[in-house]
T-cell receptor, first 113, second 113 residues
Framework: DAKTTQPNSMESNEEEPVHLPCNHS???????IHWYRQLPSQGPEYVIH???SNVNNRMASLAIAEDRKSSTLILHRATLRDAAVYYC??????????????FGSGTQLTVLP | NAGVMQNPRHLVRRRGQEARLRCSPM?????VYWYRQLPEEGLKFMVY????????ESGMPKERFSAEFPKEGPSILRIQQVVRGDSAAYFC???????????FGQGTRLTVV
């Protein structure tokens, strides 16, 4: 499995932007970069995903390095409700078992009022 | 389009009983994934199924656990002869046949007494 590396924890002030980094130096050409988050006592929630180009949606932006060996999830204005564990996951578009999502330990984001 | 539905949300079983957890994927999704989360721990992959087929069960315990995703109806995760160590939150996710995000249900919290 291609692995990702994330900081264990980060802090941000409310209403400020947050940049959550992820390293994935062994990424292959068939791997999409997915981000999920899990709020306390809830199921994981899809945030965003991309392959090569930067992506934006209503929740966040995903900036992907040109060599694809790292990416950054950007929350433009953190709110207290964004406090969660954020997971960066590589998901292959190959058939079979490579399509499963393997969760690491993620980054615990704390948002300070 | 309703999200991924899991039921029951909470399930209490005595040691030795059977637990059946149900997961109805999002409309149009033919891929289902089951995960287990022990208290204060991360999400562990259990099994990946497509309609009527098990694609990857590398995370399933060798005994007492089974999963199915029949042609009609929800996916079922069955745990026979439950033990206290089976107490956990069990999450189901679904994704479409083509590359795409996976969406999670709110989970079933199993308590074995």
């Amino acid at each position: 499995d291609a692995k990702t590396t994330q900081p264990n924890s980060m802090e941000s002030n409310e209403e400020e932007p947050v940049h959550l980094p992820c390293n994935h130096s062994t990424i292959s050409g068939t791997d999409y970069i997915h981000w999920y988050r899990q709020l306390p006592s809830q199921g994981p929630e899809y945030v965003i995903h991309g392959l090569t180009s930067n992506v934006n949606n209503r929740m966040a932006s995903l900036a992907i390095a040109e060599d694809r060996k790292s990416s950054t999830l950007i929350l433009h204005r953190a709110t207290l409700r964004d406090a969660a564990v954020y997971y960066c996951i590589l998901r292959s578009i190959s058939s079979g078992s490579a399509r499963q999502l393997t969760f690491g330990s993620g980054t615990q984001l704390t948002v300070l009022p | 389009n309703a999200g991924v539905m899991q039921n029951p949300r909470h399930l209490v079983r005595r040691r030795g009983q059977e637990a059946r957890l149900r997961c109805s994927p999002m409309k149009g999704h033919s891929h289902v994934y089951w995960y287990r989360q022990l208290p204060e721990e991360g999400l562990k992959f259990m099994v990946y199924l497509q309609k009527e087929n098990i694609i990857d069960e590398s995370g399933m315990p060798k005994e007492r656990f089974s999963a199915e995703f029949p042609k009609e109806g929800p996916s079922i995760l069955r745990i026979q002869q439950v033990v206290r160590g089976d107490s956990a939150a069990y999450f189901c996710a679904s994704s479409p046949a083509t590359e795409g995000a996976a969406f999670f249900g709110q989970g079933t919290r199993l308590t074995v007494v």
